[in-house]
């Protein structure tokens, strides 16, 4: 009987537990419980996310420092792109896919840029970048730049107009039309002048002085200075970068001034250009005739217009 008694409480907990287990309440617990257990939101060991790892390397591009060449003189530096896997990802997973077009990338700024470098002339951009700018030097005349404006707007290009600081206060109102069309405004100095041949106080008049002229009609503060005829010393580069401007140069020279054929100088013209060029022109008949044909023919080659600012920019162009 004591042995019976002893037994009893076992068999009571076994029998306990059997209910309980067979009861619909604990399933429901039970199975909300699990529900309710956190997922990982990693994405290791998902096939898709190993395929991206794999394929970022061969995607990701380190920048470019810009550096002193020995033949383009200074060079400006060029953004990088690294894979976003986070974001990449999630992308594809939204999409069930895995394609480069859902790729998110991140620029990637050098260590050395332009503005790090020793003073010295500009004539192109990075060679990466599939940019290029259309320089217009302007000292004579505004005869044919209504004509320019009217082809730069129909076709939506941004161009740098370096404008010779007697031309501003002579032609107020061509220099505002240029500057109303949203193009940029740079500097060309105060009278053509052989700045190579200037002392080093005639090269701070003449840049000075056109400083003054372009804030008093214009407002504007010039970045970027282009000597007359392309004419230049250490004296100049250095004096212009004191004066907060980087001297620019050219990669392609249109020759319009010697009123060519607008297209086949159009033609020569666009064959020359490359990702960075900076292609030298000025508001002459040949100029304003074969411009559209100009941007036309770049653009097929699959080059961006812009700004010489912005294709000095280390902005990443992506195509």
């Known amino acids: 009987m004591k042995k019976l008694l002893l037994s009893l409480p076992f068999f009571f907990m076994i029998i306990t537990t059997i209910l309980v287990n067979s009861s619909p309440l604990y399933h429901f617990f039970s199975v ?6 956190p997922v990982s939101s990693e994405p290791s060991g998902h096939s898709m996310y190993e395929k991206l790892e794999q394929a970022a ?23 990088g792109r690294m894979v976003n896997m986070k974001a990449s990802f999630e992308a594809m997973k939204e999409r069930g896919r895995f394609q480069k077009e859902d790729v998110v990338f991140e620029q990637v700024p050098p260590k050395v840029h332009l503005d790090d470098l020793p003073p010295a002339p500009v004539y192109r951009g990075n060679p990466a970048k599939p ?12 005869e044919y730049i209504p004509r320019m404006l009217k082809v730069l707007r129909e076709e939506k290009v941004k161009a740098t107009f370096f404008l010779e600081g007697r031309w501003v206060r002579n032609q107020p109102k061509a220099a505002k039309m240029i500057q109303e069309e949203g193009h ?61 401007m ?7 020279d249109t020759v319009d001034w010697k009123d060519p054929d607008p297209s086949a100088m159009a033609s020569r013209t666009a064959d020359k250009v490359e990702n960075g060029s900076l292609i030298l022109m000025h508001p002459t008949s040949a100029a304003s005739s074969g411009l559209k044909e100009i941007i036309e023919q770049i653009r097929a080659d699959g080059i961006r217009l812009d700004t010489v600012s912005g294709v000095l920019d280390e902005t990443r162009i992506d195509r």
Do not use: C
């Open 32 to 37: 909300h419980n699990e529900e309710a257990a």
């Open 57 to 79: 390397g061969q995607w990701n591009e380190p920048p470019r420092d810009a550096v002193i060449d020995k033949v383009w003189k200074a060079l400006p530096g060029y953004n």
């Open 184 to 244: 940029e405004i740079g500097s060309h100095a105060y009278s053509h002048p052989d700045m190579a041949a200037s002392s080093e106080e005639e090269i701070k008049q003449e840049l000075q002085e056109t400083d003054d002229v372009l804030e008093a009609v214009l407002s504007e503060d010039p970045v970027l200075f282009a000597p007359p005829s392309g004419s230049y010393s250490d004296a100049v580069v250095e004096t212009a970068d004191q004066l907060g």
């Open 131 to 142: 940019a290029a700018a259309l320089m217009i030097n302007v000292s004579w005349g505004d």
């Open 246 to 252: 980087h001297t620019i140069l050219w990669t392609v």
